[in-house]
């Protein structure tokens, strides 16, 4: 009898969680497209990539992924953009850990149009590296050598998941909780980047339940 109420009780606990986390009711977001649910703006790098931008992002922001971009210009007021709302032509994606390996055994050149052959990483230096990356603030960088560029082609992963501006949130909870995703990428029908979807933005949404009317929620996440 005692092991009979342990499961009821641990029953009751479940339902109750699932009155109120979005991930355990995903059908009900069928109309909540990814659109409404991406981060956005976005920072993108581009496939030649200045060190100095490289160390400016990553002392400013956390995120794990960046997406990798041609015909973008970040310097330029997004009002200028010939596509206001796109963050350049979506080519692949590079991870924080493999930008502070880069710049940590300085794969860098003077000259964008140059391109030697002895800078180029290979997959021993990042699993050397691997898992204790250094904090970017240790990383020591010359004035001069912030106006290096790196080609981050040969590094980013051209392959990585990405998903339709007009996708349907369950289709993004299902990559998410299949592929034990971190981020996603949002484009539009020309294959510009748009957004990002991560863990946290998923986490904003919950859902409650009362006597049948189904209300969801945007919780504020602080950023600190």
């Not at 030697?116 to 699993?127: A, E, G, P, T």
Request: hydrophobic share 40%; net charge negative.
């Amino acid at each position: 009898m005692r092991e009979f109420m342990i499961c009821i009780f641990i029953c009751k606990e479940f339902h109750w969680l699932a009155g109120n986390h979005l991930l355990f009711y995903p059908l009900i977001f069928v109309e909540l497209q990814v659109i409404e649910v991406m981060s956005h703006p976005v920072t993108v790098f581009r496939t030649k990539e200045t060190v100095g931008r490289i160390i400016d992002v990553l002392k400013s922001e956390t995120h794990n992924g960046f997406p990798v971009v041609e015909d973008y210009d970040p310097f330029v007021e997004q009002s200028f953009q010939d596509e206001a709302e796109s963050f350049g032509t979506y080519k692949g994606v590079i991870l924080r850990s493999q930008l502070i390996v880069l710049l940590k055994m300085k794969a860098f050149e003077e000259h964008e149009d140059v391109q030697d052959v002895k800078s180029i990483l290979n997959i021993k230096d990042f699993r050397d590296a691997y898992p204790r990356f250094i904090p970017i603030h240790q990383i020591n960088i010359s004035p001069h050598e912030r106006e290096f560029t790196i080609d981050l082609q040969p590094y980013m992963n051209p392959g990585a998941y990405t998903v339709s501006h007009n996708s349907s949130f369950p289709r993004i909870f299902r990559l998410f909780r299949a592929l034990g995703l971190r981020h996603l990428v949002v484009v539009n029908e020309n294959n510009k980047v748009i957004g990002m979807v991560t863990r946290k933005d998923l986490a904003r949404y919950r859902i409650s339940s009362h006597f049948g009317n189904v209300q969801i929620d945007e919780l504020y996440i602080s950023q600190s």
